[in-house]
């Protein structure tokens, strides 16, 4: 059973930026295309992100392109996820999954975007 734990999460100014982590057990990593959702309060989960299973290719959702960056270190298992120039609208609690629809995901790290 795939195991994945999220941390980074924070409060941080508007502007500010945080390093997500997540580290998966109990399956192979490397061969894993994986992903990192956020549910906004309130709101359905939604896809930010995705990650080829050697790190060449990655997507982003049309809200974070250009801020936000994906990656992975295959010998550590541990996928991150670079949040910059964050806004309000970020603040959500944010999943890594094995899936794009976070069937899958960890238990969440939360990040507020607050003044």
């Known amino acids: 059973e795939v195991q994945l734990v999220e941390s980074g999460g924070g409060l941080v100014q508007p502007g500010g930026s945080l390093r997500l982590s997540c580290v998966v057990s109990?399956?192979?990593?490397?061969?894993?295309?994986m992903y990192w959702v956020r549910q906004a309060p309130g709101k359905d989960l939604e896809w930010v992100s995705t990650?080829?299973?050697?790190?060449?290719?990655?997507t982003y959702t049309n809200s974070v392109k250009g801020r936000f960056t994906i990656s992975r270190d295959n010998p550590k298992n541990t996928l991150y996820l670079q949040l910059d120039r964050l806004i309000p609208k970020d603040t959500a609690m944010y999943y890594c999954?094995?899936?794009?629809?976070?069937?899958?995901r960890g238990q969440g790290t939360q990040v507020t975007v607050s003044s």
């Open positions: 999954a094995t899936d794009r629809y976070g069937n899958n």
């Open positions: 109990g399956g192979s990593f490397a061969k894993y295309i």
């Open positions: 990650i080829s299973p050697a790190g060449t290719t990655t």
